[in-house]
């Protein structure tokens, strides 16, 4: 699963990478949770345009939004098929945006927690799908991030990983009117262990409230 990443990045640098428009605010963070507002990536004609979505998908029927608290990740190979996404994976896919993410390993009475991140340091795109819920008078953008089994790097600390899409798969995700479901979830697969990194970090990573650059601080290597 992904339950943790960061975002640190300048949105200039971030706009130049992804090619996207952008003009809210936008605050970098060390340790970005589910419930949070985060970024991401839609298409918009032959533009791309940056929005704050709400981590944690509400699918349109659901009757309490509450519900995103469980629907933070989508499994690649029941994307497809299950309520609570098959309709996104049709019509609705974003970039979002991310420099690194968290994994912990179970031990018996704890757990450790692992940074991963490529390894020229540059940020990157989880392959994620949003909607747009409403009732009531409010109104609730939010997204999902998609998940895979992992690779040979991270299968060491956690069984799944997100799907992190290469730069020249973007297009492709983000057109709305590709409908090949078998295209689509072919680009749903791990990237390969030798362009990642990983290392433990300190347990102050487990607090969501807590912030900052000493949070990624290496502790030891995978």
Request: charged fraction near 30%; glycine fraction near 6%; charge should be negative.
């Amino acid at each position: 699963m992904c339950g943790r990443f960061s975002l640190f990045e300048s949105i200039g640098t971030l706009r130049a990478e992804f090619n996207f428009e952008y003009n809210r605010d936008y605050e970098p963070r060390y340790n970005i949770a589910p419930g949070q507002d985060i970024l991401a990536v839609v298409s918009k004609g032959k533009n791309r345009e940056g929005f704050q979505m709400r981590w944690g998908l509400v699918p349109f029927w659901a009757d309490d939004e509450k519900i995103g608290f469980r629907m933070i990740n989508a499994r690649a190979e029941t994307i497809d098929r299950k309520s609570s996404f098959s309709n996104a994976f049709r019509k609705r896919h974003c970039l979002i945006l991310a420099d690194g993410f968290y994994e912990w390993q179970k031990e018996e009475n704890h757990k450790r927690p692992y940074r991963f991140e490529m390894k020229d340091k540059q940020p990157f795109a989880f392959a994620g799908l949003w909607e747009n819920w409403q009732k009531e008078g409010k109104r609730i953008t939010s997204c999902t991030i998609i998940t895979t089994e992992a690779n040979r790097l991270i299968e060491r600390v956690h069984e799944r990983m997100p799907v992190i899409l290469p730069a020249d798969k973007h297009d492709f995700w983000l057109d709305g009117t590709v409908d090949d479901v078998v295209e689509l979830k072919r680009l749903l697969q791990p990237i390969e262990a030798e362009e990642m990194e990983g290392y433990e970090i300190s347990t102050a990573i487990n607090l969501a409230t807590n912030e900052g650059k000493g949070l990624i601080t290496p502790i030891d290597s995978i």
